[in-house]
């Protein structure tokens, strides 16, 4: 590449900086510079200068921000991150391209959930604080045999699949639920489709692996509770708007949900990734449920590990390189659909 490319990070970490440095260093030689500031109306001017925006999951890209960026020569927005529902793409349409990192590990993501169906199961977490204060009682621990029991896998993407072999590892049953279903991986894997009703009515463990659209959102509400059996369990690690959270702390005082790992929350970006420990939270919803003790939230880490960090810098640095060489944009988000534009240009049915 002829010029020097100036890249802007927002709502950046150490380990954001680490990983993304030591790509960088080794094999592409952009201009970064790191900003601990999310980026919103109020710090779109610190762009200034810059060809390239990466943003985060909690980083805003109204129509008003997406205007400011064009008006400053933002050329991309690169999304470090698979989700996109902080963008407004129809504004950034024909105006500024939107790249994301679709697949980084999906394996880092289904263990996590797994991970919380386990603690949850076994109460491990609750343990772990006992025997450190010298308690070894085991009373209030009890859990379930995962053999036999129903799982509930709604979305059946790369993440999804994977989380619903490792559960059928424990010969579980596990149902599925997937608009657009992959029957010969259901086939292969003994996992079977089926209508979100009947997911709902016999699943013991309902885990979410769906993106966050006008469809799904709040797929998880008031009567889709009322359908499901009495101490269902419910995993999110997917998107906080999948999930009423106010129907949900409903069915944790009634006993309709036997316990729920969230490692998402609907109003997380006010607090997730952030230190509040020496602060009273001023969000209700979120210390009511901090207070259950059949609750394990997790702070949007589902994604934390070595080799998903390493394959997030990588990918998000290889998409600004393939703009600015104008190569095909393969992670490019279709404004429509939220499909890869050139998956959807592969298949013809694109709406570009």
Known sequence: MAKLIKIIFFDTKTYDRESFDAVNTRDFH???????????????ALVNGSNVVCAFVNDTLSEEVITSLEKLGVELIALRCAGYNNVDLKAAYRNIPVVRVPEYSPYAVAE?????????????????????DGNFSING????????????????????????KILGGFEMDVLAYDPYPNEEWAKTNNIKYVELDELYQRADVISLHCPLSHSTYHIINADSLVKMKDGVMIINTGRGGLIDTKALIDALKDGKVGSAGLDVYEEESEYF??????????????ARLLTFSNVLITSHQ???TKEAVGNIARTTLQNI??????????????????????AKKRSGRCFK
Do not use: W
Not at 112 to 132: D, E, G, I, M, Q
Not at 321 to 342: A, H, M, W
């Open 302 to 304: 589902g994604f934390f």
């Open 30 to 44: 952009f201009d970064i510079r790191y900003f601990e500031n999310r980026l919103k109306v109020e710090t779109v």
């Open 273 to 286: 990734f952030e230190d509040f420990s020496a602060q009273v939270l001023s969000d209700d919803i979120l």
């Open 321 to 342: 390189q393939d703009y600015f060489e104008g190569k095909p944009l393969e992670n490019e988000i279709c404004y429509r659909c939220g499909e890869n534009v050139c």
């Open 112 to 132: 996590h959930a797994v991970a919380l169906v386990l603690s949850l199961n076994r109460k491990t977490h609750k343990s772990y604080y006992r025997t450190r």
């Open 141 to 164: 621990l009890m859990g379930f045999d995962m053999i036999g029991k129903v799982a509930g896998i709604i979305g059946t993407g790369k993440i999804g699949r994977i989380a619903a």
